[in-house]
């Protein structure tokens, strides 16, 4: 049903949970949203990132200073943090299905280029980054036009409900993983289907029956 797979990165190639705590720790004080526990932090995962925006107070003018903020401080996290394990045999094992497999995120291409130096994550035919916080249908739009392939035959791998969101308007499938930023129920209640247990588990998903699943087929329509 596909013959391309699109990967966001921070949350899902790589766990970056404690890399955004840290950040957020040093970045917060300077935009009203210090103080936060590992409570408040669950809290927060069962929401849009819109949601967690207005929870914490940021008023939006200032949301794009704070993102930029957040990017440069957890940089030096992410770079300490190995991709989740697993991923190196999954992509390749899909590789060797012949699919194509690539990386947009809306990090900044540089950290996924200093990133992917330190750890060469095999058989990557695309890295994109700099996609906007919400601008992530557009990229893929794009890039179903670059590759010259249906939306409908790209899957798009993500943990936030904006990549879900992403995804249907852009007419690609879309699948979850359960390690990321956003709840796993949260997920799922939004039409996500089960998220992933592990990277290993996409490869189950993809020769289970799962294509025929209706579920899915709304998913990516």
């Not at 994109?128 to 392939?149: C, D, N, Q, T, Y």
């Not at 359960?178 to 998903?205: E, I, M, N, V």
Request: charged share 25%; aromatic share 8%.
């Amino acid at each position: 049903m596909f013959d391309c797979l699109c990967f966001d990165f921070d949350g899902t190639l790589v766990d970056s949970t404690e890399a955004a705590l840290e950040a957020l720790a040093r970045v917060g004080p300077a935009f009203g949203c210090a103080g936060l526990d590992r409570a408040a932090v669950e809290r927060l995962r069962g929401l849009h990132a819109r949601e967690i925006v207005q929870t914490l107070g940021i008023p939006a003018y200032r949301v794009p200073g704070f993102v930029a903020r957040m990017r440069r401080e957890m940089r030096a996290g992410l770079l300490a943090t190995p991709p989740v394990p697993g991923w190196t045999e999954t992509l390749e094992a899909l590789a060797a299905r012949g699919l194509r497999l690539g990386v947009l995120s809306s990090n900044a291409s540089e950290s996924l280029a200093a990133y992917l130096a330190r750890y060469p994550l095999p058989h990557l035919d695309f890295v994109i980054g700099g996609a906007a916080l919400f601008g992530k249908s557009r990229a893929l739009r794009r890039l179903a036009a670059r590759e010259r392939l249906r939306p409908a035959r790209m899957l798009y791998v993500g943990d936030e409900l904006r990549d879900l969101e992403a995804a249907r308007a852009a007419g690609t499938g879309f699948v979850a993983v359960g390690w990321g930023y956003t709840d796993p129920a949260r997920l799922h209640a939004a039409g996500a289907g089960a998220p992933l247990s592990s990277p290993h588990a996409l490869l189950d998903w993809i020769e289970s029956d799962a294509f025929d699943n209706e579920e899915v087929r709304r998913v990516g329509s």
